[in-house]
């Protein structure tokens, strides 16, 4: 079992910056994937960006793609959300997860999923 934990969110004013950390413990493997999805209040939750571990490969959404950057830090099994440049539209609920395997990249896909950390811009 994988226990996977967000934590950064807060709130900030637009234009600012932000950092998510998600950490994983348990039994991980090195062919997993780990992606940042996000929830507004009466949306559906959406993809953001993923980060395969072994080989650090990545994908990123096209609404955030200039603005936000997802790595990982080897040793300390963490995977970081960058954000910057952050809009009002970007407020939602982040969380992490993590497939051991991925055919489309939804995220029923996803085995294991953090609590989420809930990120606010105002302005």
């Known amino acids: 079992q994988v226990e996977l934990v967000e934590s950064g969110g807060g709130w900030v004013q637009a234009g600012g910056s932000l950092r998510l950390s998600c950490t994983a413990s348990g039994r991980t493997a090195s062919r997993y994937v780990v992606g940042w999805f996000r929830q507004a209040p009466g949306k559906e939750r959406e993809f953001v960006a993923r980060?395969?571990?072994?080989?650090?490969?990545?994908y990123i959404s096209d609404f955030v793609k200039g603005r936000f950057a997802i790595s990982r830090e080897y040793a300390k099994n963490a995977v970081y959300l960058q954000m910057n440049s952050l809009k009002p539209e970007d407020t939602a609920v982040y969380y992490c997860?993590?497939?051991?395997?991925?055919?489309?990249?939804?995220?029923?896909?996803?085995?294991?999923w953090g609590q989420g950390t809930q990120v606010t811009v105002s302005s």
């Open positions: 980060i395969w571990w072994e080989s650090g490969n990545t």
């Open positions: 997860a993590a497939a051991s395997t991925l055919r489309t990249g939804v995220a029923a896909e996803y085995n294991y």
